[in-house]
């Protein structure tokens, strides 16, 4: 049993890895993305938060490496594309929670049981929104894994405040804002109270965990309309 933890987790390193040639942007993402979760799952243990025990954190935290897995069968293209992708190219973007899982059952059946179904779960459903209208299954509130709904914040946060192709990075306060009105929307409400009391840690995260460069140095970013639909990718 222990063997095959730690075989999982030497493979789950090199998943990542695979994610992190794809698309260098990302690299940072899963990076900044693994440091936020792990802040976050503490402060919850903490908050003692219904139904997360310390191994079910832990293993969060280890898999949230892997939750744009499914990106590697996005062209990078499309990835790295300056300006707003059309309802087409988002359309396939979005269709990364579902090959993530198709790349799971294919490569890593031979996981133990509950790093299997976390990956699976952070993975597959790490879009899905606390109000129901997110992807791919649209799952409502509790029925949305506690592994997804803490990597779901965590995602949005580096998303709100790192410049992307298609829009600029946010100041600390608007990122702030933005996560706190969205607990009960977006986000499990507790799981926003847990960042709020530790959002300073998140912001000294950003400083600290840069990103190389302009992601798409050809153009300046600019709010486009996946910003405006809210869509975060
Ligand atoms: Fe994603
Ligand atoms: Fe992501």
Redesign the pocket.
């Known amino acids: 049993m222990m063997r095959s933890i730690r075989s999982s987790r030497i493979f789950i390193r090199q998943l990542a890895q695979v994610t992190r040639h794809h698309c260098p942007e ?1 690299s940072w ?2 990076k900044r ?1 693994r440091y936020f979760t792990q802040i976050l799952a503490s402060e919850l243990l903490r908050m003692e938060m219904k139904g997360l025990t310390p191994e079910q954190a832990c293993r969060t935290v280890e898999l949230s490496h892997i ?2 897995i499914g ?1 590697v069968c996005i062209p990078e293209s499309i990835l790295n594309r300056a300006g707003p992708l059309t309802d087409e190219q988002m359309e396939r973007v979005r269709r990364h929670t579902e090959f993530g899982g198709y790349i799971l059952d294919d490569l890593c059946l031979n996981m133990d049981v509950c790093t299997y179904q976390t990956a699976w779960n952070i993975v597959v459903y ?1 879009h899905e929104r606390f109000d129901g209208k997110g992807y791919p299954y649209a799952l409502n509130g509790e029925d949305i894994p506690v592994c997804a709904r803490i ?1 779901a914040l965590a ?1 949005v946060y ?2 709100l405040s790192s410049p992307r192709c298609y829009k600029p990075a946010y100041t600390r306060s608007v990122c702030r804002d933005i996560i706190a009105s969205e607990g009960g929307g977006h986000f499990d409400p507790f799981i926003v109270r847990a960042f709020l009391n530790i959002e300073e840690a998140f912001w000294n995260i950003h400083q600290t965990i840069g990103f190389q460069g302009d992601p798409c140095a050809q153009d300046k970013p600019q709010a486009s309309i996946q910003q405006e639909k809210g869509v975060l ?1």
Request: net charge negative; proline share 0%.
């Open positions: 990302t993402h899963i993305v939750h744009d990106k790490h990597v995602d580096d998303a990718i």
